[in-house]
């Protein structure tokens, strides 16, 4: 099984601090995602990635960043951290064969003050 | 833009019976993946089945099956035999385009033994 790891659970931040989330894949897959989860509001694609340094918005990029400088890890940024991006944050890595699965990290809770 | 929607943010259902969670979804494509997520209190999101929109065929693993109305836009998880470790969030969720998913709110399942 492909395992995805992220670079802690629970993260506490201020307000204005430049803030790292990081994934790693330990297999070659090229799809890698950045979701933010909120109560109500089920997952939010924020970027997304087809293969190394490529990079795409998804519906909320406002606010954030991300590399993708090897294939197998997949940063999230935050160049300047706000209360309202206090949230969880879920990567995940999908396949490109025709079952179009993602499958997703044990998520980063952060709380930004 | 499509949608996900699932109109019930809590179900409860006493333990070894059976409960049905909706979810209807909006689009204009013809060819299109369905999936259901579990996401236990721990937090790591996992897959629960996927429905490929050209199968007739209902999906079915072990307990959980789907009811699929391809005409209605509607695509409801059927678990049978409920058990307490199936309490969690379930997300519907639909695949656009090349690899994008988008979600539903989630329901809340209660297990009651």
């Known amino acids: 099984d492909v395992k995805v790891t992220q670079s802690s659970r629970y993260l506490v931040k201020r307000t204005g601090e430049k803030v790292f989330l990081e994934c790693v894949q330990d297999?070659?897959?090229?799809?890698m995602f950045w979701y933010r989860q909120d109560p109500g509001l089920g997952l939010r694609l924020i970027y997304f990635?087809?293969?190394?340094?490529?990079?795409e918005k998804g519906d909320i990029p406002e606010g954030y960043s991300v590399s993708r400088e090897k294939k197998e890890r997949f940063s999230l940024i935050l160049e300047s951290a706000s209360t309202n991006q206090t949230s969880m944050y879920l990567c995940a890595w999908g396949t490109g064969t025709t079952l179009r699965t993602q499958y997703f990290g044990p998520g980063t809770r952060l709380l930004v003050l | 833009a499509q949608t996900v929607t699932q109109s019930q943010p809590e179900m409860s259902v006493q333990e070894a019976e059976t409960v049905t969670l909706s979810c209807t979804y909006d689009t204009s494509e013809s060819d299109y993946y369905l999936f259901w997520y579990k996401q236990p209190p721990s937090r790591q999101m996992i897959l629960v089945i996927r429905?490929?929109?050209?199968?007739?065929q209902n999906a079915t693993e072990n307990r959980f099956s789907v009811n699929f109305q391809k005409a209605a836009k509607s695509f409801s998880l059927k678990i049978s035999d409920s058990q307490l470790g199936d309490a969690a969030m379930y997300f519907c969720a639909y695949k656009r385009g090349a690899q994008k998913l988008v979600f539903g709110q989630g329901t809340r399942l209660t297990i009651n033994p």
């Open positions: 429905q490929e929109a050209y199968k007739q």
């Open positions: 297999m070659d897959h090229e799809n």
């Open positions: 990635s087809y293969d190394v340094k490529m990079k």
